[in-house]
């Protein structure tokens, strides 16, 4: 990399670029010296560089407007440029909704005018335009409230922009900037506060703060009239313009062009409730909310950091986290070295965890989170470790009220992390959750914890970790491989259902084809015992074969899934055959559902018959004890969908090379025929179309064109029927799937009249509780310590909070089928209140 783009790069950082300086005076004269010449040289690369890094490196923001504001006072033409290209930039982020990049140029710009670059009335014209479109969508006779999540978007990015450069507007323009404050406070006092419970990290009404349960937006305001009454004094953020105050003066203003909002969808003229809630939803995925607080250190954890320099903070861990994800090492080493004089790493770790749980869905995988911390606990060994473990424990104190969905994400992230450690971690503090109910929270959330590490090492390595806990051990999932119940055993005679599946065996062994394994089956077993019998011993035999490993039973679906599913053609014996499977690998919860993914994969197994089996009387007891049949029944929604989605992307595909085929079809048919229309000699004679050869390239041309389009179009009808077969089938599967939830807590959730809310049935539980001093664990006999809610209570809770979850998840796909879902599933006379309140939670629209 050439030096000057090292130079802006590793601009404020320690390093050997800049010497042992690390002054960002020094820093700046030092870049300035050689982009200057540079720009001499070969401006038109230096431009755009300059841009990338202020955009992907925010948190050197301040430096780079730093340095344009002394670029400006040599070179005005470059710079003129540079403010053009960033009011370019800000349009094309607006028109394509683009979050990142319209906050982070605003920010620029505001840093800018810091820099004697920007003519402040200029930006005060922005953030008035952003300001007003805000207030046009939230009024309700002018604009479309539903997109009210891109009216806060432009408010929260007009107020996160002022830590930045709220001083200088205040001494240059202060009417104007009071004027912008006050429209804001009056934006606020028109707008629905709408209630976001069903994104909520806990479901207690108690563990969040006074904080979370204030509106985003009306804490940013506060935070921010904090901080102009304190003067616009701030930690947070470098001021390195202010060493060059003197020279930045003499610098020209540059105006910012005019900018336009995107218009928002028009409301629904109807007064559809369905199509209003889809313009919401579309609204929240297009504009979310990018953080919501943890809160789960004490306030003395912190220092003495004021609010608004919690949120800058804030700001530049989620920008480093967004801009640098491809490069994890040196996202860590940034997220370690923030330009901020205080210590934050309880606030690093409550955000990065604010990720990890974020609902609906983090920006990112928990696997990318996973990394960062692993890396940032190997770079600050001293210190963020010890938060680490601190974050977890006090998650694990609050994990009975935490969200289904954020549990399943933090039980996911915890094996993993504790996996880069040696699994190494003091169970003996939590060993006291085998004196709990086995459907107590803590007891599950460890035990589904030593299960994923099992899946990620070994047995006897996950035994060995938990030594000073042994008693854990009653946690672990059975050491017992698969449940073949045709294996000999010496001294016993075969059974005749031993000798078909040694026979079946044998003939796999042989690679008879699956053609002619089906008519053994069909002459030699169905006909004596009959379907049930046929069935377990087809499964049995051939889940045995491909017992060895995942590539054998990937081998043995693949060569013979053709005898699956001509045994099971229908739902009712597909469930059988899921039940079947269930049973094979009893004793292994990870291959039950690798084994049930890879045959809907190969269509041996419908999503209807596993979402009909996860809700069989074996796994609806399980509901609160396992995360198994959650975790297969999101296996095949995830499936259904990512299936949808693959043929969205392929018709859009299609789509675009169908119209580069009929330009190509349509150019070569114009040249076609004006080379028929000239008059060409051929042999001293005129003839009518140029010669031979040429047009019979043309006429080929023409044909193949036309082929080319008339195919692309064929595959585009071809998926396009797919297209609407799946839809057709995510309806009836939606129906299926919001039925068989409904008809399983019909049955367990108490009468409506005495619950109407989740703290009612606790309420309830911890009633039941009281009365009896000690439950009795039915598995055992042994008397359990009290639970905080009975089983019967807990039951209800996982349910509905799976409910919940996967409505959330899924909300995309619910949404184009709202009107059916209401009228069949969901305004029905017996429906209980808490059904309905954790679908409205989910979809954040009441239901009616």
């Known amino acids: 990399m050439s030096n000057w783009k090292t130079l802006l790069l590793r601009i404020g950082e320690k390093g050997p670029e800049y010497g042992t300086s690390s002054d960002y005076k020094d820093h700046i004269e030092t870049c300035f010296g050689v982009i200057r010449r540079e720009i001499e040289r070969s401006g038109d690369q230096v431009l755009p560089f300059i841009l990338q890094c202020a955009e992907q490196l925010p948190h050197k923001i301040p430096l780079y407007g730093t340095l344009i504001g002394l670029l400006n006072l040599e070179n005005e033409d470059f710079v003129r440029k540079l403010v053009e290209s960033v009011h370019a930039d800000f349009q094309v982020a607006l028109d394509s909704g683009n979050c990142n990049s319209i906050r982070i140029l605003l920010r620029f710009m505001t840093s800018l005018l810091c820099s004697k670059v920007i003519q402040p009335a200029s930006l005060i014209v922005v953030f008035e335009t952003l300001l007003s479109s805000a207030a046009t969508t939230v009024d309700e006779e002018k604009g479309n409230t539903s997109w009210q999540p891109q009216a806060d978007f432009y408010v929260i990015c007009i107020l996160s922009s002022l830590p930045w450069g709220g001083s200088e507007l205040a001494e240059q323009v202060p009417d104007e900037i009071e004027r912008v404050l006050v429209g804001i406070q009056a934006y606020l006092s028109i707008r629905k506060n709408s ?13 969040e703060s006074s904080l979370a349960e204030k509106d985003f937006v009306e804490d940013l305001l506060d935070r921010i009239q904090s901080l102009a009454s304190n003067g616009w004094k701030l930690d947070s953020v470098p001021r390195p313009h202010l060493s060059f105050e003197a020279q930045l003066v003499a610098g020209k203003f540059h105006e910012l062009g005019p900018i336009k909002c995107m218009e928002q969808p028009s409301p629904p003229s109807d007064h559809s409730r369905a199509y209003s809630g889809k313009q919401k939803h579309d609204a929240l995925t297009r504009y979310p909310q990018r953080i919501r607080r943890l809160n789960i250190f004490p306030a003395n954890k912190m220092e003495d950091v004021q609010p608004i320099d919690r949120f800058v903070v804030e700001e530049y861990l989620l920008d480093v986290l967004f801009y640098l994800n491809g490069c994890r090492k040196e996202c860590a080493s940034y997220m370690a070295n923030l330009p901020v004089p205080f210590r934050y790493e309880y606030l690093m770790a409550e955000t ?53 969905e954020s549990r399943t994400r933090l039980i996911l992230w915890f094996s993993h992390h504790l996996s880069n450690f040696q699994f190494i971690w003091p169970w003996e503090e939590w060993a006291y959750v085998l004196d709990l109910p086995k459907w107590a929270p803590k007891r599950v959330f460890v035990q589904e914890i030593l299960q994923r590490e099992v899946r990620l090492s070994y047995w006897d390595k996950i035994k060995q970790s938990i030594e000073n806990a042994s008693a854990l051990e009653e946690l672990l999932p059975p050491k017992a491989g698969p449940n073949f119940m045709y294996s000999l055993e010496e001294g016993k005679e075969k059974t005749e259902e031993q000798q078909l599946s040694a026979e079946l065996s044998r003939k796999v062994k042989e690679k008879q084809t699956a053609r002619d394994m089906m008519v053994w089956i069909e002459e030699t077993i169905y006909p004596v015992h009959g379907f049930e019998v046929t069935l377990t011993i087809v499964v049995q035999t051939l889940l045995d074969i491909g017992s060895k490993s995942f590539t054998h039973l990937v081998t043995v679906l693949e060569r013979y899934g053709q005898v699956f599913s001509k045994l099971c053609p229908d739902n009712d014996k597909q469930v059988m055959l899921l039940s079947q499977v269930s049973t094979y690998w009893k004793n292994n919860v990870q291959m039950t559902a690798v084994a049930i993914d890879r045959m809907m994969g190969y269509r041996l197994v419908s999503n209807q018959a596993i979402v009909r089996w996860v809700f069989s009387p074996e796994n609806v007891d399980q509901f609160h004890v396992s995360d198994q049949p959650w975790e297969i029944l999101g296996n095949a929604l995830n499936k259904t969908y990512n299936r949808i989605s693959d043929l969205r992307k392929d018709i859009s595909n299609i789509t675009k090379n169908v119209l580069v085929a009929e330009k190509a079809s349509a150019s070569a048919r114009v040249e076609l025929e ?9 042999e001293g004679e005129p003839v009518l179309g140029e010669n031979p050869a040429k047009m019979k390239r043309l006429k080929s041309t023409v044909e193949k064109t036309g082929e080319a389009e008339l195919s692309l179009r064929e595959s585009l009808e071809a998926k396009e029927a797919l297209l609407n077969r799946a839809l057709s089938e995510t309806e009836v599967l939606l129906l299926l799937l919001f039925q068989s939830f409904l008809g399983v807590l019909k049955e ?49 809770l996982s349910t509905l909070g799976y409910l919940t979850a996967f409505t959330r998840q899924y909300a995309s796909e619910i949404w184009p089928h709202m009107e059916k879902l209401e009228s069949e599933v969901f305004s029905g006379e017996d429906v209980h209140p808490l059904f309905l309140q954790a679908i409205s939670s989910a979809l954040q629209f009441p239901l009616q």
Not at 195 to 207: D, I, Q
Not at 377 to 384: D, E, I, M, R, V
């Open 352 to 404: 990065l965890f604010s990720q990890i749980l974020l609902l609906p869905q983090p920006p990112f995988k928990t696997l990318y989170y996973t990394l960062v911390i692993m890396d940032l606990c190997k770079a600050l060994p001293g210190a963020f470790p010890a938060v680490v473990a601190g974050a977890v424990r006090a998650l694990f104190e609050k994990i009975s009220d935490l969200d289904m």
């Open 674 to 682: 004006a080379a028929e229309s000239k008059l060409s000699l051929v």
């Open 748 to 796: 367990r959730l108490p009468d409506p009249t005495k619950v109407r809310s989740v703290q009612d049935l606790k309420s309830i539980g911890a009633e039941d509780d009281k009365s009896s001093a000690m439950d009795v664990d039915s598995e055992n006999g042994n008397p359990k310590k009290s639970c905080e809610v009975g089983e019967r209570e807990q039951w209800c």
């Open 195 to 207: 209630s976001t419970s069903g994104l909520n990290f806990f479901h207690n009404g108690e563990f």
